[in-house]
């Protein structure tokens, strides 16, 4: 029953760290676009700062996701869980 449970942790764990991950990588390339017409336009600025500030907000999120993932990864190998060059 351990197993199963820490299987279905990681792979929440895993689902949750790839979405952050996505917005984080989407938001930082908003931020990086806007950024650049900055000077020249002041909505460009507003969605600019609104980016990096979301990204910056995503961010302690999207590493609490991974260090969660990777820590229920090694606890299910520990556990007796299957690895993926181990034999069954």
Known sequence: MRRRL???GCALA???TALSGAAELLLT????YHGRYAADNIRAAEDAGAA???AMMLL??????LWCAAWG?????KC??????GKR
Do not use: M, N
């Open 6 to 8: 820490l299987l279905a």
């Open 14 to 16: 895993w689902g949750l």
């Open 29 to 32: 390339c908003l931020w990086v």
């Open 52 to 54: 990096g500030w979301f």
């Open 60 to 65: 302690p999120l999207f590493l609490l996701a």
């Open 73 to 77: 990864t090694i606890s299910y190998q």
């Open 80 to 85: 007796g869980g299957r690895t993926p060059g």
